[in-house]
């Protein structure tokens, strides 16, 4: 029994990396006998385990999420000094390069957001849990004296999480002069600014 749920479970991990992988190749349209046809299964055998194509990309999308709120607040988990923290969190939330996937991924999701209230509401949602997460590193920055905001966090959080999907999309349209590097230059010379303080390069 536990051997046939193991089984399963690796079973849709597999198939939400393959129509995270469809979706790349043919956009957020996607149809099922695309899905398929990534995983090497028939259309049958993919809603066997997802019966609702509409789940199986949630699920895709929900997985690329997961690095830009989840992972980034594990990363920074240990952390105490709230200066490191910043910077750390601004580097993370940016692609690593215009062929990050797990962006490529977010920008199909926003493009069809205006066509799909569930989208919109995953990619709002997405935003006001970054904005939180700024909110919580700037307030505790201020507590301690490190930080002096020149505008109430959540203004500064909402900027900042702006600018990462405004480079972002530079570099996924391949800017030719900005980059991951250049991108985060730019973002804490505004967080600098915003906070007070002169926050070191990564």
Same mark, same amino acid.
């Given at each position: 029994?536990?051997?046939?749920?193991?089984?399963?479970?690796?079973?849709?991990?597999?198939?939400?990396?393959?129509?995270?992988?469809a979706m790349l190749e043919?956009?957020?349209?996607?149809?099922?006998?695309?899905?398929?046809?990534?995983?090497?299964?028939?259309?049958?055998?993919?809603?066997?385990?997802?019966? @609702?194509?509409?789940? $199986?990309?949630?699920?895709?999308?929900? /997985? !690329?999420?997961?690095?830009? =709120?989840?992972?980034? *607040?594990? #990363?920074?988990?240990?952390?105490?000094?709230?200066?490191?923290?910043?910077?750390?969190?601004?580097?993370?939330?940016?692609?690593?390069?215009?062929?990050?996937? @797990?962006?490529?991924? $977010?920008c199909e999701l926003g493009?069809? /957001? !205006?066509?799909?209230?569930? =989208?919109?509401?995953? *990619?709002? #949602?997405?935003?006001?849990?970054?904005?939180?997460?700024?909110?919580?590193?700037?307030?505790?920055?201020?507590?301690?004296?490190?930080?002096?905001?020149?505008?109430?966090?959540?203004?500064?959080?909402?900027?900042?999480?702006?600018?990462?999907?405004?480079?972002? =999309?530079?570099?996924?349209?391949?800017?030719?002069?900005?980059?991951?590097?250049?991108?985060?230059?730019?973002?804490?010379?505004?967080?600098?600014?915003?906070?007070?303080?002169?926050?070191?390069?990564?």
């Amino acid at each position: 029994m536990a051997r046939n749920k193991q089984r399963r479970t690796e079973r849709r991990a597999d198939l939400v990396d393959a129509a995270r992988r469809a979706m790349l190749e043919h956009g957020s349209a996607v149809r099922l006998n695309q899905v398929a046809e990534v995983a090497g299964l028939t259309s049958g055998a993919v809603l066997y385990h997802y019966p @609702d194509l509409q789940e $199986l990309l949630l699920e895709a999308h929900r /997985a !690329g999420m997961e690095r830009f =709120y989840d992972q980034r *607040l594990r #990363a920074v988990e240990g952390v105490t000094d709230p200066v490191r923290k910043l910077v750390m969190t601004i580097t993370s939330g940016l692609p690593v390069d215009s062929e990050d996937e @797990d962006v490529r991924l $977010l920008c199909e999701l926003g493009g069809a /957001a !205006g066509r799909n209230t569930v =989208y919109a509401a995953l *990619l709002t #949602a997405l935003y006001d849990r970054q904005v939180s997460m700024y909110q919580v590193i700037l307030e505790i920055g201020a507590a301690q004296g490190v930080f002096s905001l020149k505008d109430p966090s959540l203004t500064i959080g909402r900027n900042l999480v702006a600018l990462e999907d405004a480079y972002g =999309y530079r570099m996924m349209a391949r800017h030719p002069s900005i980059d991951h590097a250049a991108a985060s230059r730019l973002i804490l010379d505004y967080a600098r600014l915003a906070t007070g303080h002169p926050l070191p390069a990564d």
